[in-house]
């Protein structure tokens, strides 16, 4: 068994070695390597899961390469709209935010949420409301601004589309970012992280705040993370449902996975993937798209690192 263990996601999609520069690559790898540190080196001082998990997504939030945080995507109406969920697995607490502006790490809201509100999921003005009384970091329009977010906007409202992250047809990449892990203590966590869909409207949110479809955790079962065309993940209530495999069925971490990823949600044309683990450590990985931005690291061994199927 594993002392610990921590799994991260930088999102899925069409991500093809064929579209990549090798300049691109490493930067990605780069960039998911530090998250896990960022993680690890909580995990490393007996810290909690939770806290490795908050500490990992804050890393990609602050790293434009992904949805979420500084590099979240547009709305229709030129806006960065935010969605964020974390829980742990010891007591099943949870918090959430959802359509939120301004804030520099929406993760670390949905933790204020979980720590020091009688809630789960705070949305839009009222939740940032709430950002303000337990001082959250707030950040302006100059620091959400990536141009190459507000370039896939423009082309998204010439096609009149609503669109994952992704530039054209041959390049679909869903940027969410995610991560689960397992402390010494034996306990699990999961969050994730995003800015949701380009061209999004009329405060449109996605399964990543939705505890059960885009997040959850249960010591006794598994924490997962899921990235992904958002409203199948709710109709399959995704990651929920890899818990109750597991609960209900008795499924390893691996069976509960592969049933839903690579037969329930392909079935319902779900496209998008997830991490998971279960508190021995065992971490599985699946997606039913191209590629998959996604790390590993378990205690005593070397870290993972992956992009492509
Ligand atoms: N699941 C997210 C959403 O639908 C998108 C993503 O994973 O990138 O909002």
Do not use: W
């Amino acid at each position: 068994m594993s002392k610990y263990a921590i799994a991260i996601h930088g999102g899925a999609g069409t991500i093809l070695k064929s579209t990549m520069t090798p300049e691109k690559e490493l930067a990605y790898k780069k960039s998911l390597q530090d998250a896990i540190n960022a993680g690890e080196t909580v995990l490393k001082k007996d810290g909690r899961a939770l806290d490795a998990v908050e500490m990992a997504i804050r890393s990609l939030e602050n790293d434009p390469l992904f949805n979420a945080g500084c590099g979240a995507v547009f709305t229709n109406d030129g806006k960065n709209e935010m969605d964020a969920s974390l829980m742990n697995g010891k007591d099943l607490a949870a918090g959430a935010v959802a359509g939120v502006m301004h804030i520099k790490n929406p993760i670390s809201l949905a933790r204020g949420v979980m720590d020091k509100s009688d809630h789960v999921l705070l949305t839009g003005a009222g939740a940032i409301e709430f950002a303000k009384k337990i001082n959250a970091e707030f950040a302006d329009d100059a620091y959400f601004f990536v141009q190459m977010r507000y370039d896939q906007l423009e082309a998204a409202k010439k096609e009149n589309k609503i669109v994952m992250d992704h530039n054209d047809d041959k390049e679909k990449k869903f940027g969410t970012v995610g991560a689960v892990a397992l402390d010494v203590h034996g306990d699990i966590a999961a969050g994730t992280s995003t800015g949701g869909m380009t061209n999004k409207k009329f405060g449109r949110v996605g399964d990543s705040p939705i505890i059960g479809a885009g997040t959850y955790a249960n010591n006794k079962t598994c924490a997962i993370s899921c990235t992904g065309h958002g409203e199948f993940f709710m109709k399959a209530v995704v990651a929920y449902d890899i818990s109750c495999l597991m609960e209900y069925k008795g499924l390893s971490l691996k069976e509960a996975c592969n049933i839903v990823v690579m037969d329930k949600l392909v079935k319902i044309g779900g496209e998008g993937g997830l991490i998971a683990l279960d508190a021995k450590g065992n971490i599985e990985l699946p997606f039913n798209s191209d590629g998959m931005y996604r790390a590993s690291k378990k205690s005593g061994e070397e870290m993972f690192i992956g992009i492509y199927r």
